[in-house]
């Protein structure tokens, strides 16, 4: 696979890339630097808006049918904005304990509903957890709750639906394990909790450079036959999992830390990931100076178009 670079500008932490079909355009997110970012893949120009908090994850959103701006996941909180630049506003409040808990990985579902995980910084304890929002039933004029989907995690990431809308992915990049479940998209009930795919965990005293380690589960996405694509943080690879969890293709990148990858194009079929460069070493980033860039490179087989979050 031939990788290229959607422009030399380099991003601390970039996460939750989504291609928006109707503007043909690419969004993602910087954590650490507190901005979402847009591209015209075409001219390669940048757009950037800078956020109050840090922005674990972002989705598109329309209401009765019409594209109305986006939904965000901030620290504290998941927010509304009806225009790129526009007022924020909180629609709920996070439960967890901002000062060690934040957002991270998230998406729209199949029907409209906004997903989104925590990440618990200290790292020592399985805290982080898995909400979803359905602004579907608020005609009542009452605000939205966060709805507890799963638990038992450090470090949300890897969100994802099967073509059929019938099994949800939800990977704990720091316990190196994806997991699955069975779901109904009416009900919003997971069910039949299973390991998709595990990897061995982070030998004691790797460092960047030695051999022995080949990444944990970060950000995915998933193409028309089923097929999950997940990023291998400190893995230098996006691995090609087939529904049963088995290894069909290794990709290396040029980036140790990939973070998520996303499909996009007129037709589906380039593939983007961001990556980190964010805590790095020096030596790593020597090696790969890359790091922190944009990448994509075109594959045989289109990915699931990305979906709203029905506001």
Same mark, same amino acid.
């Given at each position: ?59 598109? @959103? ?7 701006? %986006? ?6 909180? /998941?927010? =509304? +904005?009806?225009? $790129? ?74 969100? @994802? ?7 949800? %992915? ?6 190196? /394990?994806? =997991? +699955?479940?069975? $779901? ?43 097929n999950y694509w997940v990023a291998m943080f400190e893995g230098a690879r996006i ?73």
């Amino acid at each position: 696979m031939e990788w290229q670079t959607l422009s030399p500008q380099t991003f601390e932490l970039g996460e939750s890339p989504f291609w928006h079909p109707d503007e043909q355009t690419l969004y993602w997110v910087d954590i650490p630097a507190r901005a979402i970012h847009r591209a015209n893949v075409y001219m390669g120009t940048v757009d950037t808006w800078p956020m109050p908090l840090e922005p674990g994850c972002i989705a598109p @959103a329309r209401t009765g049918g019409v594209n109305n701006g %986006y939904v965000i996941a901030l620290r504290d909180g /998941i927010y =509304r +904005a009806t225009e $790129w630049g526009g007022e924020l506003r909180q629609i709920a409040r996070a439960t967890h304990d901002n000062t060690t808990t934040r957002f991270n990985d998230g998406k729209a579902d199949p029907v409209g509903r906004f997903w989104a995980g925590t990440m618990y910084e200290p790292r020592d304890a399985n805290k982080a957890q898995l909400f979803s929002l359905d602004r579907r039933v608020a005609a009542d004029g009452k605000p939205p709750v966060l709805e507890l989907k799963a638990d038992n995690a450090i470090i949300a990431n890897g969100l @994802a639906w099967s073509p059929d809308a019938k099994t949800v %992915y939800w990977a704990d990049t720091t316990n190196h /394990i994806i =997991r +699955a479940w069975d $779901w109904n998209a009416e009900t919003n009930a997971m069910s039949n909790m299973r390991v998709f795919a595990q990897w061995p965990g982070k030998p004691e005293g790797w460092a960047f450079g030695m051999p022995g380690y080949g990444g944990r589960p970060d950000g995915a996405a998933v193409d028309v036959d089923g097929n999950y694509w997940v990023a291998m943080f400190e893995g230098a690879r996006i691995l090609k999992l087939s529904p049963a969890g088995e290894v069909l293709a290794e990709v290396p990148l040029p980036a140790q830390c990939p973070t998520m990858p996303c499909f996009g194009g007129e037709d589906g079929r380039t593939l983007y990931v961001t990556t980190a460069r964010y805590n790095r070493s020096a030596a790593e980033l020597e090696a790969y100076p890359q790091s922190g860039c944009i990448f994509f490179a075109r594959v045989e087989r289109s990915g699931l178009a990305v979906n709203f979050f029905e506001a």
